[in-house]
């Protein structure tokens, strides 16, 4: 028997990929996250399976549940928000698969991040303007950060950053990275990217904070910050090299 772990994408059912959905189709067991998915993920289940809501269950919990239906002969597919690779324990779960004896494979998601930007209709990578983008968190009520992974750090790159679990903190966050960035540095916040009560907000560093209050946004949402944001207004975009009408195509 074996746990799947599938990222279940930013939310709207028809971006799981092929794979994720023949396994929510096949599986006696699922547990799933309440508070992030879409219901229509859902849908793609077997009228009988056995739906485990994990949103106040905790890690030892949820393992429990996995191991359990091990022992029955069962499959089960653990869905993740976003991708596994990305915020979704799934280090801490797969360890206590393997001492448990339990087998397991990952099915990747769409990422968050990646459905943000679709929805903004952005290029996060830039031809000589930003060719880096930085994954990252800040720390509140939840797990330190590394000294190494401090925001000023991150900033010191000017990559294109998108902030994950942070939306509470906009308005701190914001006055630190304008100190880097610059105020007028192009900013945009995405929640539920993909559902139908998608919220979209677009500014900058000095504005993004007000707009995301003036919103009510608590929790689901991805911050965005770069000059990558802004490209369409700058004049005399550079062009890749692999398409660069220069380019001598013969060699």
């Known amino acids: 028997m074996t746990v799947h772990f599938v990222g279940s994408g930013p939310g709207a059912a028809d971006l799981l990929t092929l794979r994720a959905v023949n396994l929510l189709r096949t599986a006696p067991v699922v547990l799933y996250a309440g508070t992030y998915l879409d219901a229509e993920i859902l849908a793609h289940c077997q009228g009988d399976a056995e739906l485990i809501d994990t949103q106040h269950l905790d890690l030892d919990q949820i393992t429990a549940h996995l191991v359990d239906a091990d022992r029955r002969g069962h499959d089960a597919v653990r869905l993740c928000s976003g991708d596994p690779s990305l915020y979704s324990a799934l280090t801490e779960q797969t360890r206590r698969l393997d001492a448990a004896g339990v087998a397991w494979d990952v099915t990747p998601g ?82 539920f990217a993909s559902r139908p009560n998608q919220i ?47 380019r001598d195509r013969l060699t």
């Not at 994950?164 to 100190?179: C, M, P, Q």
């Not at 949402?221 to 369409?232: C, K, Y």
């Open 200 to 246: 979209v907000l677009r500014g900058t560093l000095a504005d993004i904070a007000d707009q995301t209050e003036a919103a009510g946004l608590k929790h689901t949402a991805v911050i965005l910050v770069g000059r990558a944001l802004g490209v369409r207004d700058t004049p005399d975009v550079a062009c890749s090299h692999l398409y660069d009408p220069a």
């Open 110 to 191: 769409v990422p968050a991040y990646a459905a943000a930007a679709a929805t903004l209709g952005a290029e996060l990578t830039v031809p000589e303007l930003v060719q880096s983008v930085v994954l990252t968190r800040t720390q509140a009520r939840s797990t330190s950060m590394p000294d190494t992974e401090a925001l000023a750090r991150v900033a010191g790159l000017q990559a294109s950053v998108v902030l994950h679990l942070a939306i509470t903190r906009i308005r701190v966050l914001a006055a630190e990275l304008s100190e880097t960035y610059g105020p007028d540095c192009p900013a945009a916040v995405v929640a």
